[in-house]
């Protein structure tokens, strides 16, 4: 069974940065596309970065593009993801997710369904 769990996260300032990772087990890991979304109190869960299966398609919202960046490393079966020059509307609970292994190797997927495993969490609170 596969599994995920975040950690990284934390309590930073406005403009600093953190490195969030999410270690994957249970699997092969360069199978499954992966994403990561959030979720700040009182709103909806959104999307903020994915990445193909093959690792070599990423794909960003707009609200993170250029400040937050995403890898892997395959030997640890762990992907991150870095965030940089962060802003208190960036405070929320992040989360990875993976979906099922799949033979298409550049396919990034932005919405939640799509996904079919998910962690627990971690925390990101932005101070201003």
């Known amino acids: 069974q596969v599994q995920l769990v975040e950690s990284g996260g934390g309590l930073v300032q406005a403009g600093g940065s953190l490195r969030l990772a999410c270690a994957f087990s249970?699997?092969?890991?360069?199978?499954?596309?992966m994403g990561w979304f959030r979720q700040a109190p009182g709103k909806e869960r959104e999307f903020v970065a994915a990445?193909?299966?093959?690792?070599?398609?990423?794909r960003y919202a707009d609200s993170v593009k250029g400040r937050f960046t995403m890898s892997r490393d395959n030997a640890k079966n762990t992907w991150y993801l870095h965030l940089n020059s962060l802003k208190p509307e960036d405070t929320g609970v992040y989360s990875c997710?993976?979906?099922?292994?799949?033979?298409?190797?550049?396919?990034?997927?932005?919405?939640?369904?799509?996904?079919?495993?998910w962690g627990e969490g971690t925390q990101v609170t932005v101070s201003s």
């Open positions: 997710a993976a979906k099922r292994g799949s033979i298409e190797s550049t396919v990034v997927y932005t919405a939640a369904n799509p996904y079919d495993y």
């Open positions: 249970g699997g092969t890991f360069t199978w499954h596309p």
């Open positions: 990445m193909s299966r093959s690792g070599g398609v990423t």
